[in-house]
């Protein structure tokens, strides 16, 4: 049997050079997440994402249709908007008020006959971006004729989890946002890398047979699924940490990574995401946010009061920290701790002379997989 052999070499997850061409290539052609759809309930309200190079904002206009925007003034290419808000009828440019309605059409521009003689407004309109709604999120995509998200997620869509994400209200406590010192394909891969389930996580994913995980790529996104193991599946509902969001007979864990950094983990007790934001060449950033079943806050607050960390007890683990080494990730029973851990020091390794990749096992071809695509990406044979 052929051995497998890693795609990248160490340049691809240090230099700023690969970091620029996969934002040019990568992520300012590819859908991007933006929210949950609550996020935009009323109209004029808005949000704005990083699309690779691209910062484009959704607004709910009066008509309650969503649309979406290049956030660039059309006069000097300020940014319309920060992050998040809501407006009542307009959007002015901060530098010079230019004002566009919620359409995006350009309705005043100040001094007009006296600094702009003839201009057209009607040729000035905010330029478009593509937006779409797939399971209770938003997405975005830089080209404004770009196909439906339903077209992106392909095949993958019943490969994902029974949940009906649209009657799960979200556990806002358990929303987090944290910084690692890695690469983001470092991040991505610890994600979809099978083999060491087993291993880092003993502890705290105990509760899935990770020997019966199925696993592949469908198209450019990832698809995995794993049963519960005997003994936790042998009462799901009292060995659930929380109340149970699917029937207990269809009890697993599906954690799919749709490319180029969005993921979603679904299991008996939860609905969640895992969105991956490179910041530079060493930093990501990734940001949790959690949906539950239609029980009130207080069963869910005092329930985590029990585990470590919301995200560990989410998923049914039993593992119990370590008291007299509470500070050391590895023995924190804190899945996520864990996982930052391995990925940044497998990040400082890369910087040794004495750094060569060993071989690759069964349960870690996805990260050789994902290595592909991403080099038919930026070599334009996606």
């Given at each position: 049997m052929t051995r497998m052999m890693h795609k990248l070499p160490v340049s691809a997850y240090t230099s700023q050079d690969w970091f620029d061409r996969e934002q040019r290539e990568i992520f300012s052609k590819t859908w991007r997440y933006a929210c949950f759809?609550?996020?935009?309930?009323e109209p004029g309200d808005y949000i704005s994402v990083q699309a690779g190079l691209n910062n484009i904002?959704?607004?709910m206009g009066h008509d309650r249709r969503l649309r979406a925007f290049h956030n660039i003034c059309r006069h000097r290419g300020t940014q319309l908007i920060r992050a998040v808000g809501k407006t009542k009828k307009a959007l002015t440019c901060p530098y010079h008020d230019w004002t566009y309605d919620l359409d995006g059409n350009l309705i005043s521009v100040p001094d007009e006959k006296r600094e702009f003689e003839g201009i057209d407004k009607s040729c000035?309109?905010?330029?478009p971006a593509a937006v779409d709604v797939w399971r209770g999120m938003i997405f975005v995509h830089p080209d404004p004729d770009t196909g439906s998200i339903t077209e992106w997620v392909g095949d993958l869509e019943p490969k994902l989890g029974p949940h009906a994400v649209d009657k799960l209200p979200?556990?806002?406590?358990a929303r987090t946002s944290?910084?690692?010192k890695a690469n983001w394909k470092i991040v991505v891969e610890n994600y979809i890398d099978v083999y060491h389930l087993s291993h880092l996580h003993s502890g705290t994913l105990s509760m899935y047979d990770h020997a019966k995980a199925k696993y592949k790529f469908v198209g450019t996104h990832y698809a995995f699924w794993?049963?519960?193991?005997?003994?936790?599946?042998?009462?799901i509902k009292a060995n659930a940490p929380y109340p149970l969001v699917i029937p207990s007979e269809q009890a697993g864990a599906w954690v799919p990574m749709l490319f180029p950094g969005i993921g979603l983990a679904e299991t008996e007790s939860i609905w969640a995401t895992f969105i991956v934001k490179p910041l530079a060449p060493e930093l990501t950033r990734v940001e949790n946010r959690v949906r539950v079943a239609n029980a009130s806050i207080w069963e869910f607050g005092k329930q985590a009061l029990r585990s470590n960390s919301f995200w560990s007890g989410s998923f049914g683990g039993k593992y119990k920290p370590d008291p007299e080494n509470k500070d050391d990730p590895m023995t924190s029973g804190d899945l996520v701790a864990e996982d930052i851990y391995a990925c940044e020091q497998q990040q400082k390794s890369l910087k040794s002379p004495y750094f060569e990749v060993g071989p690759v096992s069964v349960g870690e071809s996805p990260i050789i997989g994902h290595q592909e695509i991403i080099l038919n990406w930026l070599e334009g044979k996606k």
């Open positions: 759809i609550e996020d935009i309930a904002f959704i607004v000035l309109g905010l330029k979200e556990y806002k406590d944290y910084e690692i794993e049963p519960p193991s005997e003994r936790y599946g042998a009462d």
